[in-house]
């Protein structure tokens, strides 16, 4: 079979891009030395953390946010749960820019937090020594993604739906062994 589209790494970004080009309409391949979320990926631990705070960096706010829902209804069509809704709590001292930014920002993205003094922080989480904290930004939509388990449900969609998922280490110009090149595992080279 000749793919359209050949998607190095099946990890988080790359089974997302083979999932969301077989969407458009394209054949996909994806490809990876050590499979799905393996343990030398980035993607592939057990957890991550799924939070929409990152400063002044609205694109990543709001691409953690649309990914939230990306992955929610991954969760819901598997059936498997793959996310845990704890909330994300952002601790800050007075003059942290960063924490300021990062209330401006979600508040532009539309994604729910709460500012909270110090006062408030205490009687919610009495387990947290806050030390100098004075004050937080609670993420009540973040929690832990089950990293591992998560990308291999989306790897696993991508082969339901005919793509083509390979554990296939690759040299210069060729997979595997020195008489598997492009051309003969179905990719048109020219």
């Known amino acids: 079979m000749v793919h359209d589209v050949a998607v ?3 990890g988080v970004f790359g089974s997302w891009t083979a999932w969301h080009l077989q969407r458009a309409g394209q054949s996909v391949a994806l490809l990876d030395a ?29 691409w953690a946010w649309r990914s939230l829902a990306q992955w929610k209804a991954l969760a819901a069509r598997t059936g498997e749960r793959l996310f845990h809704e704890t909330g994300v709590l952002w601790m800050a001292h ?7 930014a990062t209330l401006d920002t979600l508040a532009r993205a539309g994604v729910p937090h709460e500012r909270l003094d110090r006062s408030q922080l205490e009687p919610r989480w009495p387990q947290i020594a806050f030390g100098d904290v004075t004050w937080g930004i609670h993420e009540p939509r973040g929690g832990a993604l089950m990293a591992r388990r998560s990308v291999q ?3 696993g969609e991508v082969a339901r739906r005919g793509g083509d998922v390979r554990d296939l280490q690759m040299e210069t110009g060729r ?3 020195s008489e598997q090149t492009l051309d003969n595992v179905g990719f048109d080279c020219d």
């Open 8 to 10: 190095v790494g099946s």
């Open 34 to 62: 050590y499979g799905p979320a393996s343990s030398r990926a980035s993607s592939g631990g057990e957890t991550r953390i799924l939070r929409m705070g990152y400063g002044p960096d609205e694109l990543y706010t709001r």
């Open 94 to 100: 007075e003059e942290d820019a960063r924490s300021r």
């Open 153 to 155: 449900a989306l790897a």
């Open 175 to 177: 997979f595997g062994d």
